[in-house]
């Protein structure tokens, strides 16, 4: 079975740009969520989707949007880009929300921001 | 503060020591995960626990939970460099899957 794809994983964005990740899920799996990591603030959480509903939003302002597709795939956007937007994006996927379920992460996607 | 802390923050073994990383909820724990991370990567799934007193092993990393104290320990055996990276735990903090969070992360170094 083939595990969570992100894509890009890498990306070079300047100031006021806007930029679109992309998550595949694990296969079977219907819930996607986002999470943003910076050394300086760790693992911080982005927003989770669920059958195509924002289910949670963790606390970042509105610039940061995202949505599900009825396959389950899922895209971030980041709007007005901004320095402190470079991170390391990873999704993660879960076969059902709830306990017994663990996440499963992609490899990320890279963003830098100049 | 954070919901989950671990202990100790980074940690710098040689190789072939024991070690053990520790992860403490200020909450009831619905379900313990145990992660690993290399640099610049995604999340590993290591390890779920979610009975008070489950133990679970994997090759040389054994993980038990402790209901009562809400804690979990992650524990090395003859560490090798393979071992190195950071190791975070997560857990659900309510019955339902909306309130997932992570612990901070260990930094572990193994030297040869």
């Known amino acids: 079975k083939a595990g969570v794809t992100q894509t890009p994983r890498y990306l070079i964005k300047t100031r006021g740009q806007q930029v679109t990740l992309s998550c595949s899920p694990i296969?079977?799996?219907?819930?996607v969520s986002w999470y943003q990591q910076t050394p300086g603030q760790g693992l911080q959480f982005l927003f989770e989707?669920?059958?195509?509903?924002?289910?949670n939003k963790g606390n970042f302002p509105g610039r940061f949007s995202g949505r599900q597709f009825s396959n389950s795939r899922s895209e971030m956007n980041v709007s007005t880009l901004e320095l402190g937007d470079s991170a390391l994006y990873l999704c993660?996927?879960?076969?059902?929300?709830?306990?017994?379920?663990?996440?499963?992460f992609g490899n990320g996607t890279r963003l830098t921001v100049t | 503060s954070q919901e989950l802390e671990q202990s100790p923050q980074s940690l710098i073994v040689q190789e072939g020591k024991n070690l053990t990383i520790n992860c403490t909820s200020s909450?009831?724990?619905?379900?313990l995960y145990w992660y690993k991370q290399k640099y610049g990567e995604g999340l590993i799934f290591l390890m779920m626990l979610q009975k008070g007193g489950e133990e679970k092993s994997h090759e040389k990393i054994t993980a038990k939970l402790d209901e009562k104290k809400q804690q979990s320990s992650l524990h090395i055996t003859a560490s090798q460099p393979s071992h190195a990276g950071i190791y975070l735990c997560?857990?659900?903090?309510?019955?339902?899957?909306?309130?997932?969070?992570f612990g901070p992360g260990t930094r572990l170094s193994v030297l040869p």
């Open positions: 989707y669920f059958s195509e509903t924002q289910r």
């Open positions: 993660a996927s879960r076969l059902i929300t709830g306990r017994s379920s663990p996440l499963h």
């Open positions: 296969s079977g799996h219907r819930s």
């Open positions: 909450k009831t724990l619905y379900g």
């Open positions: 997560g857990a659900d903090m309510d019955n339902y899957g909306q309130n997932f969070v």
